[in-house]
């Protein structure tokens, strides 16, 4: 069986029509469907006007000319969202342009290999900055924008090794990555009332360019086909989704069709974390 499967489409239907979006993460460290790109595009499918955000301008110029191509708005803002100056820049920014920010969808994020003896510290404090205060630092300065609007749906983007062993030591990526789950749930709850909602996409193995890119120089030696092989053999679907899988979860909980949804995950894995072996 083949290791990847083409996603599902999903029917679009303008489920975010006239709704401003930032995405970040937005670029891509390759061609392909990356978490943030995918998000992007189906939002803009979907009706959403795309504020699109990456530490890398050059990044994000294919996930901008893949949403031009489907008929979609978007402009994109250079950020590091570990810096709270910054990310205060960009979301004034998006709120100056557009007037409101509708929805938030958090992607950025990436694994360092090791446990706590392996791991130097500055890697570990990087690790930190890089998958939860980032998420912390972005949810801090749009929340008061949807506040004052009365409403608005954050999404953030977590891991299954947020939840469980997938099969190497990175415990700053998997300790942040829980984080992420648990900031989510009590954000949510603080801002029930308020009319925000707050949930978390849980993605598992998934076949995306940081594959090639990063993730087997860490954990095969450089052998993609290795990698590829051993992750599969953790899913019980039997093949890889990519990050068009996370976007259509992601649509869903931003949609108005998950306006009783908040404080909960929605785990994009293939049954792999369903598994007790």
């Known amino acids: 069986m083949s290791t990847t499967q083409t996603s599902a489409t999903t029917n679009t239907n303008g489920r975010l029509q006239g709704k401003v979006a930032i ?15 995918a ?19 050059d990044a994000m110029e294919e996930t901008i000319r893949r ?16 810096d709270s100056a910054s990310v205060a820049e960009m979301v004034a920014a998006c709120e100056a342009q557009y007037g409101r920010v509708d929805i938030l969808v958090n992607n950025v994020g990436g694994s360092a290999a090791g446990g706590p003896v392996a791991l130097a510290e500055d890697k570990w404090d990087a690790q930190v900055d890089f998958n939860l205060k980032s998420v912390y630092l972005t949810c801090k300065h749009v929340l008061p924008v949807m506040e004052k609007q009365g409403k608005g749906a954050i999404v953030n983007t977590a891991s299954t090794s947020g939840i469980r062993w997938t099969g190497s030591a990175q415990v700053a990526y998997a300790a942040c990555k829980a984080g992420v789950i648990q900031l989510s749930r009590v954000v949510a709850v603080e801002y029930a009332k308020k009319g925000i909602r707050v949930n978390t996409v849980v993605p598992g193995q998934l076949h995306t360019p940081m594959v090639e890119v990063r993730l087997a120089g860490q954990r095969s030696g450089g052998d993609v086909d290795k990698l590829l092989e051993s992750r599969v053999a953790r899913i019980p679907l039997g093949f890889m989704g990519d990050g068009r899988d996370t976007a259509n979860a ?9 306006q009783f949804v908040t404080g909960t995950e929605i785990i994009v894995d293939g049954g792999m974390t369903a598994r007790c072996d």
């Open 67 to 82: 949403v031009r191509e489907v008929g979609g708005a978007i402009s994109a803002h250079t950020c590091d969202v570990t």
């Open 23 to 37: 995405v970040t993460g937005a670029g891509c460290v390759g061609p392909g469907w990356g978490n943030g790109r």
């Open 39 to 57: 998000v992007a595009v189906l939002f803009a499918q979907a009706g959403a006007t795309i504020f699109a955000v990456d530490k890398n301008a």
């Open 250 to 258: 992601a649509l869903f909980l931003a949609s108005d069709e998950a």
